[in-house]
C-alpha cells in the first residue's frame, strides 16, 4: 500500500466514511486549506482516490486496506512500532521467491508480533544471484521480542517507529539478554565443530580486530 502523508491519511480517513466535494473536505480541514486540493490532485494520480462529476471518494482496494490497518490498530495492545528490512538471496529465482513467502508466513505466525503489512520487493538479478527483500511494519511484545526477531530473522535494517522514549523493566532486560546469550552460544558451539583450529583462530582475530566484514 501506497505511503500516505500526513494530509492524506486524514482524507483518506474522511473519505472513509463517505464520498465528499473538496468544498465538503476543505470544511473538515480548514486550517490546510491551501494544500488540500494539490494534495487530491495527487492522491488521484496515485490512483488512491476517483473522482465522479464533483465528488471524491476512496478506492475500494484502499479502503479495503485502511480498514483493515483500523481493525489492526483496534486490537493492537503492543506499544513498539517497528519498520525493518530483511534483505534475501539465492540462486534460483523461484527458490527465493518460496524463501520469501516462508518468512512472510513465519512473521504472521509469531504471537509476540502484529503484522501491519509485508511488502515483497521485485526480484532483480545480479553477478548470478537473484535477489529482493521484505519490508515489514510491526509491533512487537517487548524488548526480548525484538532480540527474537534480529535473530530468527536477520533483518538488514531496524527502525523505531514510536515511541520515541520507552522504558524497559529489568526483567524484560535481563530476558533478552540471556536469550541473545544461548543464542549467540549456540552460534559459537556449531562453529566450533565445523571449522578447524586454524579457522578458530583466524576468526577470532579478526573478530578482535573488528575486521570480519
Known amino acids: 500500500m501506497t505511503e ?14 463517505g464520498e465528499k466535494t473538496l468544498n465538503e473536505i476543505e470544511e473538515l480541514f480548514p486550517q490546510e486549506k491551501d494544500s488540500i486540493k494539490k494534495t487530491l490532485a495527487r492522491m488521484l494520480k496515485l490512483g488512491l482516490v476517483e473522482k465522479k ?16 490497518r483500523r481493525d489492526i490498530i483496534e486490537s493492537d495492545f503492543f ?4 519498520k525493518s528490512f530483511i534483505e534475501m538471496q539465492a540462486v534460483n529465482k523461484e527458490l527465493l521467491e518460496r524463501e520469501l513467502s516462508t518468512v512472510e508466513t513465519a512473521l504472521k505466525k509469531q504471537k509476540d508480533f502484529t503484522i ?20 515489514v511494519d510491526f509491533t512487537v511484545r517487548n524488548f526480548p521480542a525484538i532480540i527474537k526477531f534480529i535473530f530468527f530473522f536477520s533483518p ?11 522504558e524497559i523493566t ?34 577470532h582475530k579478526k573478530l578482535s580486530q573488528g575486521r570480519l566484514n
Open 156 to 166: 538488514t535494517t531496524l527502525e523505531i517507529i514510536r515511541p520515541p522514549k520507552i
Open 53 to 68: 462529476d464533483t465528488k471524491y471518494s476512496l478506492k475500494e482496494s484502499i479502503a479495503k486496506e485502511i480498514e483493515k
Open 4 to 17: 500516505f502523508t500526513e494530509l492524506e491519511k486524514k482524507i483518506a480517513l474522511a473519505l472513509l466514511g
Open 170 to 203: 529489568a526483567f524484560d532486560l535481563q530476558e533478552g539478554l540471556m536469550d541473545l546469550i544461548q543464542m549467540i552460544e549456540k552460534y559459537n558451539s556449531f562453529i566450533r565443530k565445523e571449522m578447524s583450529k586454524k579457522e578458530l583462530e583466524s576468526f
Open 116 to 135: 501491519y503489512s509485508v511488502k515483497k520487493a521485485e526480484i532483480i538479478e545480479q553477478e548470478g544471484y537473484y535477489s529482493s527483500f521484505l519490508e
Open 79 to 82: 506499544k513498539l512500532r517497528l
